[in-house]
């Protein structure tokens, strides 16, 4: 018996998948839920009607692939129509599966598991309803893409486009920290991926390494929008996000806008070059202190060309912070990314240069080989 049968009978048999429970999330106020239905019932009436009714691109290595719109049964999708193969990861809600399409068996997706039970009991239906809102319709290649959504009697099932080269959060422990010039053009590909959310009225407020994976050739990919927002008023309140990543506006309980997006970046870049968060310390009332005062303080190997981006990002006043179109022309950018440009590094990560297309069907071969599955299509498992 193979992976898929094997992990497709899990899924189907099993009573719920073993996910520990979860503590509410305190600043998302809950949704009143009666049962599993109502919550699916909730759904269903709010998402994008275009999430069921159109044709879908899939995104396979570098080439656009349109899916269609519904199963071979013309029904909505079911997790009968795909191919389970092991997991990817687990969260607080469930775990990821890494799937492909019975009836386009190239097209290799992942597919998260979230339990209704699980999301129910934390009270964050709603904010479930809004991540699904905001990333299915967000189209840029350094922000994961979410296909499409579907649910059975216990859980909802969320098709994402599959990141082969897995988290950049481990990445980074791995290494131990980026030289600068990856650094740099990760930096870059995400100033332009934010830049592009702002512009559609969308704060993301909880970038993070743990947030980010990396794609077929190594470029970033956002791929949590768990705390986002549509914003068009621009001004909110939520007390959100990552400690280490909170801006000082935020600390404060004070209103807050998309800069709070450019105030992470910041914190990013000097991780990224680091290894560490720039304000960590060892209790959180000590942390708090340090961004409030925005104590920043560099080592050694650090660049004065990466200083001056990283101070000019961390900036207590939010309106003096760099614009996020501005990011790109900043000499420590232009610098590094121009480097990557004129040595042609095979498969360099976060370039901001359109990549070659590789032809469809060893771009297939490729993700299919890098996921371990074999180019003929699994066996079927029972449903």
């Known amino acids: 018996?193979?992976?898929?049968?094997c992990i497709s009978n899990h899924l189907h048999n099993s009573s719920p998948l073993d996910v520990a429970p979860v503590a509410p999330v305190k600043s998302v106020a809950p949704m009143p839920i009666a049962s599993n239905k109502t919550m699916i019932n909730v759904l269903q009436s709010t998402l994008s009607a275009s999430a069921s009714s159109t044709a879908t691109s899939f995104t396979s290595g570098t080439e656009e692939i349109e899916l269609p719109p519904q199963s071979s049964s013309g029904k909505r999708w079911e997790l009968s129509d795909f191919d389970i193969g092991r997991p990817l990861g687990r969260g607080k809600f469930g775990s990821v599966y890494l799937c492909r399409l019975k009836m386009q068996p190239q097209l290799i997706v992942a597919i998260k598991v979230l339990q209704k039970s699980q999301l129910s009991k934390?009270?964050?239906e709603h904010q479930l309803r809004r991540e699904i809102e905001i990333q299915s319709n967000l189209r840029h290649r350094n922000i994961l893409r979410l296909y499409g959504y579907f649910w059975d009697e216990k859980r909802i099932y969320l098709i994402l486009e599959y990141a082969p080269k897995g988290e950049l959060y481990k990445e980074l422990t791995r290494r131990g920290r980026f030289s600068e010039r990856r650094a740099a053009n990760y930096i870059a590909?995400?100033?332009?991926?934010?830049?592009?959310?702002?512009?559609?009225?969308?704060?993301?407020?909880?970038?993070?390494?743990?947030?980010?994976?990396?794609?077929?050739r190594g470029e970033l990919k956002i791929a949590d929008f768990g705390w986002s927002v549509h914003a068009p008023s621009s001004r909110r309140n939520?007390?959100?996000?990552?400690?280490?990543?909170l801006p000082p506006e935020?600390?404060?309980n004070k209103e807050h806008d998309n800069t709070v997006d450019i105030w992470s970046l910041g914190v990013l870049t000097y991780e990224f070059m680091c290894g560490h968060p720039p304000f960590e310390a060892e209790g959180h009332s000590e942390t708090y202190r340090r961004i409030l005062?925005?104590?920043?303080k560099f080592p050694q190997h650090v660049s004065p060309e990466a200083r001056d981006l990283v101070t000019r990002l961390l900036k207590r006043d939010p309106k003096q912070r760099l614009p996020l179109s501005k990011v790109k022309d900043h000499p420590w950018i232009v610098r590094h990314t121009q480097e990557l440009v004129s040595s042609a590094v095979p498969n360099a990560p976060g370039s901001v240069t359109p990549s070659s297309h590789m032809p469809q069907s060893r771009v297939g071969h490729a993700l299919l080989a890098a996921a371990g599955l074999s180019s003929a299509s699994g066996a079927q498992p029972p449903y």
């Open 1 to 5: 018996m193979n992976q898929f049968v």
């Open 122 to 124: 934390a009270g964050v």
């Open 189 to 216: 590909s995400l100033a332009e991926a934010l830049d592009y959310c702002h512009k559609k009225h969308v704060i993301h407020r909880d970038i993070k390494p743990e947030n980010l994976l990396l794609g077929y």
């Open 238 to 245: 939520t007390l959100c996000g990552t400690l280490d990543y």
């Open 250 to 252: 935020m600390i404060e």
């Open 293 to 296: 005062k925005v104590d920043l």
